[in-house]
């Protein structure tokens, strides 16, 4: 599966500054500061590995907090100071762009807010955070990673590719068994038994198949 891009959420990175004054007076400053998931490199980089061609962040953080998450995760582009309604206007965008260009391809986002509901509906993939996201992020998410691990979305592309290959593997073979026994059939040169196998003989070869689906690392 090639993804066109994996959207980042509001950089989870917020920089507010609390001017704290005591009795009157001035205590020095507190930075509140929402910091970047350990993973979320790591998750950039499997992605553009496994062939995502292109990564967006939109956020409706400042510019400049933007910018630095971008570049310290390695994010293709970002756009920063965006109200909900303009995360949707840039997803549908980037589909238009996508159909106009008529390429297979996917275009999934990753956020956990409520104002992310939307956006996470109209991807061709949605993928929520279980564990911080909102219930309406991950009602509308086609994907929920449970346990907050933007590393996991890659594992996840990884599987579904891998079931995906299993089912064709099986698909080819179950079709390809029996037109070969029709044709041997149609000259007769088919038995009983060869029958037997393209009937119950593939099934049971195709679930043994399909259980490799089972084994991940």
């Known amino acids: 599966m090639e993804a066109v891009g994996a959207k980042w959420h509001d950089c989870h990175h917020v920089g507010t500054i609390i001017h704290v004054a005591i009795n009157g007076t001035y205590a020095g400053h507190i930075v509140i500061n929402d910091r970047i998931k350990d993973d979320s490199a790591e998750a950039i980089s499997k992605l553009k590995q496994l062939g995502v061609s292109r990564t967006v962040m939109l956020t409706g953080d400042r510019r400049e907090v933007a910018d630095h ?64 996201g909102s219930d309406a992020a991950i009602e509308a998410a086609d994907v929920v990673l449970m346990d907050d691990q933007p590393s996991k979305i890659a594992t996840a592309i990884s599987i579904a590719r891998r079931t995906i290959g299993i089912a064709r593997q099986n698909v080819v073979f179950a079709i390809g068994v029996k037109v070969a026994v029709l044709l041997l059939a149609a000259f007769g040169l088919a038995t009983m038994w060869m029958a037997v196998f393209a009937d119950v003989g593939v099934t049971v070869l195709a679930v043994l198949n399909a259980m490799r689906a089972l084994k991940c690392r």
């Open 69 to 132: 998450v971008a570049k310290t995760l390695g994010i293709d582009e970002y756009h920063a100071e965006l109200l909900p309604t303009e995360k949707v206007n840039h997803l549908d965008d980037m589909l238009a762009k996508k159909k106009t260009a008529n390429r297979q391809s996917y275009l999934a986002f990753v956020g956990d807010g409520i104002n992310d509901a939307p956006v996470l509906a109209r991807a061709d993939v949605g993928i929520a955070m279980g564990g911080l």
